[in-house]
Every structure is written in structure tokens, then in C-alpha cells.
């Protein structure tokens, strides 16, 4: 399997790719983990919810290391109750702090961080993977 990448016009000297598959259940975690040893690397792995099962977003920045997210049928980012609670129980009366809580828990910090590397291979080319595993 080749990669076409191009150069990142947002990090000089960098360059990236874009890679869309499609496997079993799990693949999502196994291709995050793979990926996590690469210190220098930026990178999102989404798997798509299914019949009965939940999705996933790991989102890795060298500066903040990985976020894992559940996500819905359609991508959402999904916060666990007891998430909410701690939130709120941490945040108390503060509404600033339940903000801040509420953002982590989102992965909001990963989000602006790649934001930008998105916006820059809009036009790039896609693989698609079948039957992967």
C-alpha cells in the first residue's frame, strides 16, 4: 500500500496524507495505537458507528498526546454522564470552570489545534481501504 503526500503548507517541511478505510470493529484503536509512537506526528482516526456498536474519534498532537472520544451515528462527540457530573461537580457554582471542563471533555484543545491541518489538504487525494483485517 502507497501513500500520495504532498506538502503541508502549514508546518514548513512537513507533508501529509489523507487514508479513509474501511475494517472490523476495533481497527479504529489498533490503527491509533500504531500511530501513537510517532512523536512528531499529527494525526485523526475516526471509525464510524454502526448497528449496535459506537463510533470512536482518537485525535493525537505532539503537544497534548492522544484524546479518545465516543461518538453517534452521524459523528458527534458523545460525553459519558459521570463526564457531565464530574464536570459539574468540579465546576460548582463557576460557570467559567464548568466551560473548561466541558471543552476538555470534548477535546476542544485537539480540535483548534488540527483544525488548520484540515483545512489544508481540502483538495487532496483519498484511498479507500476495503475488507481491511
Same mark, same amino acid.
Given at each position: 500500500?502507497?501513500? =500520495?503526500?504532498?506538502? @503541508?503548507?502549514? *508546518? ?17 484503536a489498533k490503527l491509533a495505537s500504531a500511530l501513537r ?10 471509525e464510524d458507528a454502526g448497528l449496535g456498536t459506537d ?7 505532539? =503537544?497534548?498526546? #492522544?484524546?479518545?472520544? @465516543? ?7 458523545? #460525553?459519558?454522564?459521570?463526564? #457531565? ?12 470552570? *464548568?466551560?473548561?471542563?466541558?471543552? *476538555?471533555?470534548?477535546? @476542544? ?13 481540502? =483538495? ?10
Amino acid at each position: 500500500m502507497n501513500f =500520495d503526500w504532498t506538502a @503541508q503548507p502549514v *508546518l514548513k517541511g512537513s507533508q501529509r496524507t489523507e487514508f479513509y478505510w474501511e475494517g472490523p470493529r476495533g481497527t479504529g484503536a489498533k490503527l491509533a495505537s500504531a500511530l501513537r509512537g510517532w512523536e512528531h506526528l499529527r494525526y485523526e482516526v475516526t471509525e464510524d458507528a454502526g448497528l449496535g456498536t459506537d463510533g470512536g474519534r482518537w485525535m493525537h498532537t505532539p =503537544d497534548l498526546g #492522544i484524546f479518545f472520544a @465516543q461518538t453517534d451515528t452521524v459523528g458527534n462527540v458523545v #460525553i459519558p454522564e459521570d463526564r #457531565i457530573r464530574y464536570a459539574m461537580e468540579v465546576a460548582g457554582a463557576n460557570a467559567v470552570e *464548568l466551560h473548561r471542563e466541558l471543552r *476538555l471533555a470534548l477535546g @476542544q484543545a485537539w480540535d483548534d489545534e488540527l483544525e488548520v491541518f484540515r483545512h489544508a489538504g481540502q =483538495d487532496s487525494a483519498v484511498v479507500w481501504l476495503h475488507k481491511v483485517g
